[in-house]
């Protein structure tokens, strides 16, 4: 019995992936229209293919998800949209706190809210800017 509930385990693991795999094409092709119409302008048309590519590329495909969550908090921000946009940021953050760009737009979005502690703290954390007055170092009268 238990070598039965292993094999369809296996099996059920298998076809999850190789799903994934099959839609992986979809959810590009999604993000790439919602690029597009981004760009070009069409925020609502963008948002719609964004929320579609999202649901499709699954749920391990991070590198997507945190690009995808980025340009929605673009969108939100340009509308005004800014607890939206905030949490877009910070969702693309949490895929990968290391995400400049989102970074970046997140202390963009503190700093035209008038929020300058909050942004210079996000743009120190991402970029390593100091928090604090910095002095130069001694020089000697040769240099």
């Known amino acids: 019995m238990k070598r039965f509930l292993l094999v369809v385990a296996l099996f059920a693991l298998s076809a999850t992936a190789y799903a994934g795999e099959l839609l992986y094409p979809d959810g590009l092709e999604h993000y790439n229209e919602a690029v597009k119409a981004q760009k070009a302008g069409n925020n609502d048309q963008a948002l719609s293919a964004y929320k579609m590519a999202k649901l499709i590329v699954g749920a391990d495909a991070f590198e997507f998800k945190k ?3 980025n340009n929605m908090g673009v969108i939100f921000a340009q509308r005004g949209e800014y607890e939206n946009a905030e949490s877009s940021f910070k969702e693309a953050l949490g895929i990968d706190p290391e995400y400049k760009k989102a970074g970046y737009n997140l202390g963009l979005l503190y700093f ?32």
Do not use: D
């Not at 942004?119 to 040769?142: R, V």
């Open 67 to 69: 690009l995808i969550a």
């Open 112 to 143: 035209r809210q008038s929020e300058y502690v909050k942004a210079l703290k996000i743009w120190s954390k991402m970029f390593g800017f100091p928090q604090e007055f910095s002095i130069e170092g001694t020089k000697n009268l040769e240099n």
